[in-house]
């Protein structure tokens, strides 16, 4: 069965980092474009980075673009998002969703598997 599992939410303050994690079983991340996705409360799920399959470089949503980085384990198991600086705008369930097939994609409606998501609260 191939599932994806998010971990590394938390509560931070404002200008704190947080590094979540999507990890796989049942099939190699490396070998999937692979997005993180976010969804505030009673807000629309957005995208926020993607990485392509086999690359380590990743795009981003213009509101994280210098604060995030998502990134590839070289083990070919995980794929991580570096979150620094977070802002209370940052908060919401963080989810991993992965892609078969080239391309960096990362449209919600093409994701192929979905995690159940992380909780991220940023409060002072």
């Known amino acids: 069965q191939l599932q994806l599992v998010e971990s590394g939410g938390g509560l931070v303050q404002p200008g704190r980092s947080l590094r979540l994690s999507c990890a796989a079983s049942?099939?190699?991340?490396?070998?999937?474009?692979i997005g993180w996705f976010r969804q505030a409360p009673g807000k629309e799920r957005e995208g926020v980075s993607c990485?392509?399959?086999?690359?380590?470089?990743?795009e981003y949503e213009d509101s994280v673009k210098g604060r995030f980085t998502i990134s590839r384990d070289g083990t070919k198991k995980a794929v991580y998002l570096q979150m620094n600086n977070l802002k209370p705008e940052d908060a919401g369930v963080y989810y991993c969703?992965?892609?078969?097939?080239?391309?960096?994609?990362?449209?919600?409606?093409?994701?192929?598997?979905w995690g159940k998501g992380t909780l991220v609260t940023v409060s002072s």
């Open positions: 969703a992965a892609r078969a097939g080239p391309g960096t994609n990362c449209r919600a409606a093409d994701m192929d598997y």
């Open positions: 049942g099939f190699i991340l490396e070998h999937y474009a």
């Open positions: 990485i392509s399959r086999f690359s380590t470089v990743g």
